[in-house]
């Protein structure tokens, strides 16, 4: 009898634990005005054409990327959510924008270049019009090594125009790389009865001679290149963009400091490439230069502190719900402060 019962009580516990969830409501009518404000009221599209046509590239600490923050805050507060401001923070240099860059190949022929200005590298301060050379700097050297490299080029460099390197080679890309390969290809070259299998990986690396405990690391090198063409007086600094169909990557100078660089273009491989096969045919190469950089603190800085750190509670990703539990009677969430420059990668 006493098992009857503790058997009986044990099956009402199980069944007291479930009822709750049983029983628990889905407030239909909420999940579907999220629905409908997406199907119907999406902002989503013309967010983003705001953020990326309006307001273009939003460099960290640019006037573009402050006026896209000041948006974001102002279409917050229609949007119904609270509190949401600008917070200060210290990107530990100051902002840079390019206004207007034009670079135009005058001699031996007449063209328009396609480049890109470096961030944080100095204007031409005007139009300028210089014959370009060409140099190689050694990818692996000793201190000794890149002083003598730079001993022997200074002359050659002052007063001119500099391309950095030979342009690369970038192949062909006329049909679409495949996103996968055949399963038949594929079991054929792992198929150890296959003979030719051995050979149907790529070649092997090269090898390579062994480094010299006394050598540069790159990024030496390349400081030590840029601080070269500025004391040897270089008048500008043109890299190859290296990449198909006119692409152009253009990052920033590494120490942010417009002193320590002289004006720098990313040029289209395809015009880098032109220029170079000029230069090996002993043509005057000459170009027209005219690069318009401003440098300002345009972010309000913090002054508790020079590295004030990163706040992910700014990202102020506003969702269609928000605006659709605002309408229906429900209070989104506090919106926290929107640190400026955080928008840069949306």
Known sequence: MRRTQLLVALV?????????????????????????????????????????????????????????????????????????HLEPWNFGHPGWLNERTSAFLVSPVKDSLVVEALSWTPGTSGPVTAAVVQ?????????????????????KVKGKIVMIGEPAKVPVTINKTPLRREDADLR???????????????????????????????????????????????VARLNDAGRDHGQIRAFNNRTFDTTKAVPTLVVRNEDYGRMSRLLADAANVQLELNIVNRQRHWVQRDARSDSHPADDRGEATTHDSGRALDRGGARPARLAGVREGTLRHL
């Open 135 to 155: 140099i190689n700097t050694p990818g692996r050297a000793t201190k000794e090594q890149l002083t003598r490299y730079f001993d022997a080029n200074r002359s």
């Open 188 to 234: 054929a070259q792992y198929d150890p009865n296959n003979a030719a299998s051995a050979q149907s990986g790529p070649p092997p690396a090269p090898a390579t001679p062994p480094a010299d405990r006394n050598a540069l690391p790159p990024s030496e090198i390349a400081e030590q290149l840029d601080q070269f063409l500025v004391t040897a007086g270089a």
């Open 12 to 84: 009402m516990l199980a069944g007291a634990s479930t009822t709750p969830a049983a029983q628990e409501k889905i407030d239909n009518d909420t999940v579907w005005k999220i629905r409908r404000e997406a199907l119907e009221h999406s902002q989503i599209l013309n967010t983003l054409h705001v953020l990326t046509d309006v307001y273009g590239p939003r460099l960290t600490g640019s006037p573009n990327a402050k006026a896209a923050g000041e948006w974001v805050v102002t279409r917050a507060t229609e949007w119904g959510l609270k509190n949401a």
